[in-house]
């Protein structure tokens, strides 16, 4: 990793009890280097164990409870990462909870499709907005684009892509997931128009075909890699890459 994201002061993930998550808050704490505020937040601390011993041995790692489709939560979390980060703002924002949705035609239900839109695209932009002040603060305190001053990073899929929905990809059913990845992808875009003129950037990040939970046992890539490789990314975005849809190497995505 390019620094480990050594020029940004404080991180805040969403859903890191597992997968892509928590291995983005290891590799951030085990980064001695980076003297910087790393903010793991999860919807039911007690029940994620290994994130507990990550942050009881390491003291820049500070776990908030937060569960991303209640606004009551987000209010909560916002209040108390408020109280952590003081005057100095939040740099990076990921927003990473989501759900799966693999369901086909035959099978797929208006029920699934609106819990799977709730989490994966209505959740990022609520969360988002709830902790806009705290970037808009951030972002007075830098210039040009990038995590060092105030960045809003969506975990968005290769699935999302509209364009690339034919070949191997059509192979995957799953209306939910897809087409919750393809709002997200426009949420981001949207955000990345009225955000620009205050200097916060932001991204839409595919992280591969990564052996998690979600992904299943025949991704790719596995999580050490998938997130390697994305922080190597986030650490080298600048106004170039703003309202951008990348995968984990730093390609541009059709939309």
Not at 101 to 117: H, I, Q, R, S, W
Not at 169 to 188: D, F, G, H, I
């Amino acid at each position: 990793m390019s620094g480990a994201l050594s020029g940004c002061r404080s991180v805040l993930v969403t859903g890191v009890s597992r997968g892509i998550g928590l291995q983005i808050i290891k590799d951030l704490a085990k980064k001695t280097e980076r003297k910087a505020l790393t903010i793991a937040t999860v919807r039911n601390p007690a029940a994620a164990e290994e994130l507990q011993r990550v942050a009881k041995e390491s003291s820049g790692v500070h776990v908030v409870t937060l569960d991303v489709t209640s606004q009551a939560s987000i209010d909560a979390a916002v209040e108390e990462v408020s109280s952590l980060l003081g005057a100095e703002g939040l740099n990076c924002l990921i927003n990473n909870a989501a759900i799966d949705g693999d369901t086909d035609l035959e099978m797929v239900t208006a029920e699934e499709m609106l819990k799977t839109y709730e989490c994966n695209t209505v959740a990022p932009l609520m969360v988002t907005k709830a902790f806009l002040p705290l970037l808009r603060e951030a972002a007075t305190r830098g210039s040009g684009m990038g995590i060092h001053r105030a960045a809003v990073i969506n975990m968005s899929s290769v699935l999302g892509s509209i364009q690339l929905n034919s070949g191997a990809l059509v192979r995957s059913k799953c209306y939910p997931y897809k087409a919750s990845k393809a709002a997200l992808n426009m949420v981001t875009r949207c955000l990345a128009v009225d955000l620009v003129t205050e200097g916060i950037l932001c991204v839409a990040i595919h992280p591969g075909w990564v052996r998690t939970d979600m992904g299943g046992p025949q991704g790719e890539l596995s999580v050490e890699e998938s997130v390697s490789s994305i922080l190597s990314v986030l650490a080298g975005l600048s106004e170039k890459d703003h309202g951008g849809y990348l995968d984990y190497t730093g390609k541009t995505l059709p939309w």
